[in-house]
């Protein structure tokens, strides 16, 4: 009778039963509504069903994030930055530069949207954090989740990158929420109505050139950015060069998908009770919010400079898609725009700001590690 009570109290013990906390269980609740918004909601699905099943797991059975567990090698991907430099590769492989090229003009806006990042970095300093600390944080304001990721390894703030990944893509997912009031609140219904005109044809020649003579001057000038910059702008050449359509479509497809699935467990797999329910995770989240919502704000108020100093041609809402989320963020400025008239087209010169967004993240996250010698 001794031995059947010793075997019970043994498989006992190994059930997930025996290493769940309260906190374990408002995570998995946590995970759950993520899965919902993904898939019913359809929030970005690709980024949020990866990140909340590895949430999920997490707290089921921590130690598959323990050093051995499956999920703690694809999370040393993420520490020696591969994932993200590989995402960038994707990224620039999917993304058509030619919007930028054809509107230079964009860049600006692209590089008002990143206020976010440098208000929330000083603001993150008052809140107590130490300048690294308070730099890797900052970054969420661009809703990049590969850049803040990379410069929260480079910076050796592994103890926040779970928080601090997990808020960058869950704001990334949410930016047809978060952004549209914003949006609406600092433009007024004729603005919301300019139509913009057509942008020029640009040439192959261009679009060739462009990746390369980009990487030549940001790395000259920020050489820590080359891992994100080079890898995007290769991706790109891939893509325009025409020569290399196979590394195009793999770039893009395959490896981008499977980087993914990577990334995406990963970094939802870094939310443990433990390490997520505390008083840091909840500063992040909200320093996280304020500097996208700053950044957001910026870009429409430099719309509306732009707006008002070239006579009326700019439409303020492309401002908003000058943080990094591609194409998440142009996406939203067409449909604020078609809300107010549905034959209004805004995508193409939305995309030129969020372009230029995806390299001044990448930028500022190279000025933060130049500023601390990384």
């Not at 998995?28 to 949020?48: D, G, H, N, T």
């Not at 300019?194 to 001057?217: A, G």
Request: net charge neutral; glycine share 10%.
């Amino acid at each position: 009778m001794s031995y059947v009570a010793e075997t019970m109290s043994n498989l006992a013990a190994q059930t997930g039963f025996a290493f769940l906390k309260p906190g374990n269980f408002i995570m998995i609740v946590v995970a759950l509504i993520f899965l919902y918004l993904a898939i019913a909601k359809q929030y970005e699905p690709l980024l949020l069903v990866p990140i909340s099943f590895g949430m999920l797991l997490v707290n089921l059975y921590p130690d598959i994030m323990a050093e051995g567990g499956l999920l703690h090698y694809f999370y040393l991907l993420d520490e020696w930055s591969i994932l993200p430099s590989l995402i960038f590769l994707g990224v620039g492989a999917l993304t058509d530069f030619g919007p930028l090229i054809a509107n230079p003009k964009s860049f600006l806006l692209g590089a008002a949207a990143q206020f976010g990042i440098y208000s929330a970095y000083f603001l993150a300093i008052l809140l107590g954090f130490n300048g690294k600390a308070a730099a890797a944080i900052s970054i969420i304001g661009g809703a990049d989740g590969p850049t803040s990721i990379f410069l929260a390894g480079k910076l050796g703030q592994t103890d926040l990158m779970g928080p601090i990944a997990v808020a960058a893509y869950s704001y990334m997912a949410l930016v047809p929420i978060i952004q549209p009031p914003i949006m609406k609140a600092l433009t007024t219904k004729e603005e919301r109505q300019i139509k913009m005109e057509q942008l020029r044809p640009v040439s192959k020649t261009e679009k060739i050139l462009f990746p390369i003579v980009v990487t030549i001057v940001v790395c000259l000038v920020l050489p820590t950015t080359a891992p994100l910059v080079g890898m995007l702008m290769l991706g790109n050449l891939f893509r325009e060069c025409g020569v290399v359509r196979q590394l195009s479509e793999t770039a893009s497809n395959a490896l981008m998908y499977i980087v993914v699935i990577l990334l995406g467990t990963s970094v939802g797999a870094t939310t443990s009770a433990e390490a997520f329910l505390n008083v840091s995770t909840i500063k992040i989240v909200i320093l996280g919010l304020v500097a996208f919502a700053v950044g957001t704000a910026s870009g429409v108020i430099f719309g509306k400079i732009m707006c008002k100093l070239t006579g009326g041609k700019v439409n303020p809402l492309i401002g908003s898609a000058g943080v990094s989320a591609v194409p998440m963020a142009a996406r939203v400025s067409q449909k604020v725009g078609a809300e107010e008239d549905p034959t209004n087209f805004l995508l193409m010169h939305a995309m030129g700001p969020n372009v230029a967004g995806v390299i001044g993240t990448a930028v500022a996250a190279g000025t933060f590690m130049a500023v601390f010698g990384v």
